[in-house]
């Protein structure tokens, strides 16, 4: 019996197959081959076509098939990149294109929000000021494309979607509506207050389903396409962070996930509803959340990591591989010899209070530095960067004393995860997972081919321990204040 997995990332589409006997991926497919489209029409959009995720899971499928046998796949699951809005029709065609997680035009309507709902309202409700998330993207649209949002019968996350190709079912996860704020976490239910002060219609929210759980089964059309079985149950439904959580185990009190793609994220889970006064970081429902033990994920999003160190790559070192890169930074002593690189450079950081910084090299010397030293300054700045969050998180009282990550991305670099691990005095550990191998596994526990978490991750390979480098702390510790100091 097969597992299917899905990721829809902002970068691209991976699905996978797992192994549900022996736990381990029988095969992947990532499409494009290189970065997807993002689409910016003015500052601060960010949209992509749905049509167009659908086209590359439908690419990554016909790669599958050539691979291993759908016909054995028993359940399936999404993960999504999360606060995406696609609004649809009658015919649950999209209107205009998706309005994805970094775009930061709503920035202003979440702020009008919050000073008219009042902050102490929606911190003690929603746990979050309504900020640049999907309701307050709704908004945007209901002031500014008006003949758009007549058209609209529904409003989904990117997963809903994508779980509706498969099945032709609409629906949304109580996790899916507390990242979109329209939660309250005080009365365990919809957040009906924020969509009528919006205007939004009620009718146009997705009926609720289960996140861990059957919500949807594939239809005929699937099974003429691909050859997954009509019927095979949609088991599991969850944002990419919260789903990266879940991939690394990461399901109580106390336990702390990390990844760095496009953006950089740490994540804490939490039993205790708590919001930031300052909106800084956000909390909404852990995918194995219930009324009776809950389970919340505080959330901290830097908006300008991996896409920081592509921007380096692209216009820097465009010869380079990501491995010489880390190769060629590795020949520059800790603190890069003064140059401080500040990495907000995709639109608002909600950590800073919604505020764009922007990209900016500090101190850079054009006698002595070279692109080795841009190279090291800026894997250096992103974990300040995460470490400026963390300290956030801290006086939330999350404290991790270990963070788990895939051994992707950001967290290939040896110098990047080794100064993160120094930065806050913590080992990282290292599992050999993705986004869709864990939506892949957390379909099959949705659909009761593992019995409990605990069988599920039993299989879960530890790849690498990281200690922090005791020689690096005072330097690293003296350039971070620096570097924090340039914050504004």
């Known amino acids: 019996m097969y597992s299917l997995g899905i990721d829809v990332g902002s970068s691209s589409i991976k699905v996978s197959v797992l192994d549900i006997e022996k736990g381990n991926c029988l095969s992947s497919s990532q499409n494009p081959r290189t970065e997807m489209l993002i689409s910016a029409p003015f500052k601060g959009f960010a949209e992509q076509d749905p049509e167009m ?17 759908l016909s054995r796949i028993v359940s399936i699951g999404i993960s999504y990149q999360m606060h995406g809005l696609v609004i ?88 899916g509506l507390s990242e979109q704020i329209l939660w309250d976490f005080k009365e365990h239910r919809r957040a009906d207050f924020v969509a009528d002060y919006y205007g939004i219609p009620i009718n146009s929210i997705p009926d609720i389903v289960p996140s861990l759980g059957i919500s949807a089964r594939t239809s005929k059309e699937i099974q003429e396409l691909f050859g997954i079985p009509e019927g095979t149950p949609i088991s599991y439904r969850a944002g990419d962070q919260p789903n990266n959580a879940f991939s690394l185990n990461v399901l109580n009190p ?20 708590k919001a930031d006064l300052q909106s800084r970081v956000n909390t909404f429902l852990h995918v194995n959340n219930n009324n009776s033990d809950p389970r919340l994920g505080v959330l901290l999003c830097i908006n300008g990591t991996g896409i920081m160190n592509s921007w380096v790559h692209r216009n820097i070192t465009p010869d380079l591989s990501y491995n010489q890169m880390n190769l060629l930074a590795k020949d520059v002593p800790v603190g890069s010899d003064g140059l401080i690189v500040l990495p907000f450079g995709n639109g608002a950081e909600r950590v800073l209070g919604n505020r764009s910084v922007g990209a900016k090299f500090i101190k850079l010397d054009l006698v002595r530095h070279t692109n080795a030293h841009i190279l090291r300054a800026t894997q250096e700045g992103i974990a300040y960067s995460f470490r400026y969050g963390i300290d956030i998180m801290k006086d939330l009282g999350i ?35 993705d986004g869709a191998l864990g939506a892949a596994r957390g379909a099959a526990l949705g659909a009761g081919y593992y019995a409990s978490p605990e069988e599920a991750f039993a299989n879960l390979s530890l790849l690498e321990v990281i200690t922090p480098e005791n020689s690096w702390a005072d330097t690293l510790e003296e350039s971070y204040h620096i570097w924090k100091g340039n914050i504004g």
């Open 53 to 69: 995720w659908w086209g590359y899971i439908k690419d990554c499928l016909g790669d599958l098939a050539l691979q291993c046998d």
């Open 88 to 175: 649809v029709d009658k015919d649950i065609k999209p209107i205009r294109p998706a309005i994805i997680w970094c775009d930061s035009r709503a920035v202003e309507i979440g702020n009008e929000a919050l000073a008219q709902l009042g902050a102490g309202k929606c911190l003690e409700h929603l746990l979050n000021s309504p900020g640049n998330f999907t309701a307050s993207k709704l908004a945007w649209v209901k002031r500014n494309e008006k003949d758009n949002f007549s058209r609209i019968w529904k409003f989904m996350l990117p997963g809903d979607y994508i779980a509706y190709k498969f099945s032709g079912e609409v629906g949304t996860t109580e996790t």
């Open 254 to 273: 106390g336990e702390v996930a990390a990844t760095g793609g496009t953006s950089g994220v740490v994540y804490g889970v939490t039993d205790s509803p």
């Open 399 to 433: 404290k991790p004393s270990v963070i788990r990550a895939g051994k992707a991305n950001l967290f290939l670099s040896p110098i990047f995860r080794s100064t993160l691990a120094t930065l806050c005095n913590v080992s990282i550990e290292l599992f050999d997972t």
